[in-house]
């Protein structure tokens, strides 16, 4: 999702601002990409390889910039396929920062997580120097780990073979094209419930607390990062003012469509019944304001980005 609005963005500043951005896409399934994007062939200026980034990629083309954000990043996978969520976290870093180390890149941007942070405690803030507990025989911690290897390893490359390394460690982040018929995260699943004209029902207390991006923010923050970022230095992509409770995002939503007589519910989860939410849950904002130094700053709150998330799905009649 994160990754082809990048794409959809530079395909923008080529068809309507006419720039001259070659576009290089690694990705495993061609079929897949084209229907998020079109056909390929329409774009004379984007080149597709297949790879799962489980061997080496070899490109016969000049790279300026990489950006990597291959990742099974949904919680549903975690206990299932464990294996296939932390490979590209790890060896497909490393087959990345060797081609960006062959290639001599200006930049490389590694979209890492919010999750590297574990459990932190005692903060009025989460900020990119702190780090609490986790558990690495946590199954569910396949993510969350493998992404901490990958920015040590961003860092290593940087250090030791100069490659140009940014991190950006992006938290809750929602848009148009999510998969809200298989994305179990609060956001997609509520968002499921307003389209389709249900309560939302909270199988929790409900009191955890996420920050929630809107896509369009996102991107932005990531070009920011990419091309105004430290090298080796991580930022929070993160929107801090719009930090809510389970809760609070429920009660958001249902009260953008009075109309439509919507409620909360709260019911006891089944024991039986897997959790696939992310395992780790801090109860204070991350800090955002390292990337605003760099000149970002979100546009969207939260009534207005997933008001035009629900829109879309109105319209594309999901």
């Not at 507990?133 to 073979?161: F, G, V």
Request: glycine share 4%; aromatic share 12%.
């Amino acid at each position: 999702m994160l990754a082809s609005y990048m794409l959809f963005m530079l395909v923008y500043l080529n068809e309507l601002k006419g720039m001259d951005i070659k576009i290089i896409v690694l990705a495993k399934s061609k079929e897949k990409l084209e229907k998020r994007v079109g056909k390929l062939e329409k774009y004379k200026y984007i080149s597709f390889y297949a790879s799962s980034l489980e061997s080496e990629v070899c490109i016969n083309e000049d790279v300026d910039y990489i950006i990597h954000a291959a990742s099974l990043a949904s919680p549903d996978y975690y206990g299932i396929c464990p294996v296939q969520v932390l490979l590209p976290n790890t060896i497909g870093t490393y087959l990345m920062l060797q081609l960006a180390a062959d290639k001599h890149v200006e930049g490389f941007l590694f979209f890492s997580t919010g999750d590297i942070y574990g459990v932190v405690n005692g903060k009025e803030r989460i900020m990119e120097e702190d780090y609490g507990y986790l558990d690495p025989l946590d199954i569910h911690n396949c993510y969350s780990e493998s992404k901490r290897m990958a920015e040590t390893m961003c860092k290593a490359w940087n250090y030791q073979y100069n490659v140009q390394t940014k991190i950006a460690r992006i938290w809750h982040t929602y848009s148009p094209t999510m998969n809200i018929n298989k994305d179990p995260r609060v956001f997609s699943s509520f968002v499921n419930n307003i389209v389709h004209k249900n309560d939302i029902t909270i199988h929790s207390n409900g009191k955890a607390k996420r920050s929630f991006c809107y896509i369009a923010d996102a991107v932005a923050a990531f070009f920011t990062v990419l091309f105004k970022g430290e090298n080796a230095e991580p930022y929070n992509v993160c929107n801090s003012k719009e930090f809510y409770s389970i809760s609070e995002l429920a009660l958001h939503l249902v009260n953008l469509y009075p109309e439509w007589g919507l409620n909360v519910k709260y019911i006891k989860r089944n024991q039986d019944e897997p959790y696939v939410e992310n395992s780790v849950a801090n109860s204070v904002p991350p800090d955002n304001r390292k990337l605003i130094k760099l000149g970002w700053n979100p546009q969207y709150d939260i009534d207005t980005g997933f008001k035009r998330v629900v829109k879309h799905f109105m319209e594309v009649k999901v």
